[in-house]
Structure formats: structure tokens, C-alpha cells
């Protein structure tokens, strides 16, 4: 497994973040402070989601430490929730399971491929959710929008859709250790998922690399802009806009 000095990489967000504030137009800050509910949203029913479907499964480590909460708090990594804000992909604070305390009516790997899938699941149900709150807005309260209250509700709203969907599509990513590696695994034969673990160390500095030059956002964004048009068109028709 790879391991990096969580002190350096915490100093590297600092200055890059301290940067990035520096640089930002009074526009960005406004759009910053948008992103923002969207993003403490995203992280923490995510994060809640994957606790849920432990306990459900019969694992009790998500509730013995604290985490079937909705608590943003709880659930937030320093890391993943600047990155989320700034970069629009990001992670939340890993859920610690035992696979182990899993009920007998699946397989250990599939009960992990079950409770990693549940994280991406609720970001996109979030994300059809808000669409349709966007679109309702935009038919029941027009006029509404028009004004300065409004048009800021409803960029937070949106903020919320692309958040949602960035989060839910980056967790899909199967590279360790984001929920995509987790569900590959259940699929894989007993050679596939041998393969995998031997040469984890490999894909987390993929990882790395993809999070560093920023070549994550060349994957996810096609995708997003997909989903987001899509979600829209359908939310648009469901309310005859």
C-alpha cells in the first residue's frame, strides 16, 4: 500500500488553497461560497450512506464510531472536502467497516462492493433530487428567481447537482482507495482480485498522479457534463418547461 507523510501533504493543500483564495476574482468568491452547501451535502449522506449500508449488512463499527449521523463534521476529511470545493472532486472521511460482521447472505467482497457502491448511489440520487428542486423552482416560482435571493438559491441549487455528480463519479474511479476499486474487486476471478492487491501499491500512485496534474478532471468532466444536461432535460420535461 502506498503511504505519504499526511503532515506534507496537508502543508501542500494550504499553500495551494492560501493560492488559489489569493488569486480569486470577487465572482469566484461568490461562486465559492455557493459551492459550498452543495458540497458539505454531497460529503455527508455519501459518507452516511456508506455507514448505512454496513449496519445494514450487519457490520456495527459504523455506529460504534459514531458515523450513522448526518453530522458534516462527523464525516469531513480536510483533504477531500478542499479539494471538492476548488477542484470538484473530492472524498469524505473513509467509513471504517469489518467485513467480517457482514450477514451471511453475501460474500465479503460483495458486501464491500455493496456498501462502497452505496456512497456514489445516494450522490446521484442527490443530484436527480436537486434537478428536479431546480426545475420546480424555475415553474412554480419565476418570478422568484428573477430577484437577488433567488438567483442565488438557485445557483446553490445547481452548485449542488454538479457537486453531486463530480463526487458520485470520482468515487467510481476503480483506483485505490476510491469506492471504484472496491466494487471492480467483486467482479474480478480469485486470480483478478490476487492481481490487484499485489500490485495496489501501483494504483494508488496512479491515483496520485491523476489527483496531482489534475488529469482526473479530463475523465470526469465529459461525464458530468453528460449526466447534468441529461438529468435536466428530464427534470425540464417532468415540469413542461
Same mark, same amino acid.
Not at 495551494?16 to 455527508?44: C, D, R
Not at 453475501?106 to 428536479?132: H, K
Not at 500512485?205 to 496531482?212: N, P
Given at each position: 500500500?502506498?503511504?505519504?507523510? =499526511?503532515?506534507? +501533504?496537508?502543508?501542500?493543500?494550504?499553500?495551494?488553497?492560501?493560492?488559489?483564495?489569493?488569486? /480569486?476574482t470577487?465572482?469566484?468568491? &461568490?461562486?465559492?461560497?455557493?459551492?459550498?452547501?452543495?458540497?458539505?451535502?454531497?460529503?455527508?449522506?455519501?459518507?452516511?450512506?456508506?455507514?448505512?449500508?454496513?449496519?445494514?449488512?450487519?457490520?456495527?463499527?459504523?455506529? /460504534?464510531?459514531?458515523?450513522?449521523? %448526518?453530522?458534516?463534521?462527523?464525516?469531513?476529511d480536510?483533504?477531500?472536502?478542499?479539494? %471538492?470545493l476548488?477542484?470538484?472532486?473530492?472524498?469524505?472521511?473513509?467509513? #471504517?467497516?469489518?467485513?467480517?460482521?457482514?450477514?451471511? =447472505?453475501?460474500?465479503?467482497?460483495?458486501?464491500?462492493?455493496?456498501?462502497?457502491?452505496?456512497?456514489?448511489?445516494?450522490?446521484?440520487?442527490?443530484? +436527480?433530487?436537486?434537478?428536479? &428542486?431546480?426545475?420546480?423552482?424555475? =415553474?412554480?416560482?419565476?418570478?422568484?428567481? $428573477?430577484?437577488?435571493?433567488?438567483?442565488?438559491?438557485?445557483?446553490?441549487?445547481?452548485?449542488?447537482i454538479?457537486?453531486n455528480?463530480?463526487?458520485? +463519479?470520482?468515487?467510481? +474511479?476503480? $483506483?485505490?482507495?476510491?469506492?471504484?476499486?472496491?466494487?471492480?474487486?467483486?467482479?474480478?476471478? @480469485?486470480n483478478?482480485? #490476487?492481481? &490487484?492487491?499485489?500490485?495496489?501499491? &501501483?494504483? @494508488?500512485?496512479?491515483?496520485?498522479?491523476?489527483?496531482?496534474?489534475?488529469?482526473?478532471?479530463?475523465?470526469?468532466?465529459?461525464?458530468?457534463n453528460?449526466?447534468?444536461?441529461?438529468?435536466?432535460?428530464i427534470?425540464?420535461?417532468?415540469?413542461?418547461?
Amino acid at each position: 500500500m502506498f503511504y505519504a507523510d =499526511k503532515r506534507f +501533504i496537508y502543508l501542500l493543500l494550504i499553500v495551494l488553497v492560501l493560492m488559489s483564495l489569493m488569486s /480569486m476574482t470577487q465572482l469566484e468568491w &461568490i461562486a465559492l461560497l455557493l459551492t459550498l452547501p452543495g458540497v458539505l451535502i454531497a460529503i455527508t449522506f455519501h459518507e452516511f450512506a456508506h455507514a448505512f449500508a454496513a449496519t445494514k449488512l450487519g457490520d456495527d463499527t459504523p455506529g /460504534m464510531q459514531g458515523r450513522l449521523n %448526518l453530522n458534516p463534521l462527523t464525516h469531513i476529511d480536510p483533504i477531500g472536502f478542499a479539494l %471538492l470545493l476548488f477542484a470538484g472532486f473530492g472524498w469524505g472521511k473513509p467509513v #471504517q467497516i469489518n467485513p467480517r460482521n457482514f450477514n451471511r =447472505k453475501y460474500s465479503q467482497t460483495a458486501g464491500e462492493a455493496i456498501v462502497a457502491a452505496a456512497g456514489p448511489i445516494m450522490n446521484f440520487i442527490l443530484a +436527480i433530487l436537486f434537478s428536479l &428542486i431546480y426545475c420546480a423552482i424555475f =415553474k412554480f416560482a419565476n418570478s422568484f428567481v $428573477l430577484t437577488e435571493v433567488g438567483y442565488f438559491i438557485t445557483a446553490a441549487v445547481q452548485y449542488a447537482i454538479i457537486v453531486n455528480l463530480g463526487l458520485g +463519479i470520482f468515487n467510481l +474511479i476503480p $483506483l485505490p482507495p476510491l469506492d471504484g476499486s472496491k466494487i471492480l474487486v467483486n467482479f474480478l476471478s @480469485y486470480n483478478g482480485k #490476487q492481481w &490487484i492487491y499485489e500490485h495496489e501499491q &501501483i494504483f @494508488y500512485i496512479i491515483f496520485l498522479v491523476l489527483w496531482i496534474t489534475g488529469l482526473a478532471g479530463y475523465v470526469i468532466s465529459p461525464v458530468l457534463n453528460f449526466l447534468y444536461s441529461g438529468l435536466i432535460h428530464i427534470a425540464m420535461a417532468i415540469f413542461g418547461l
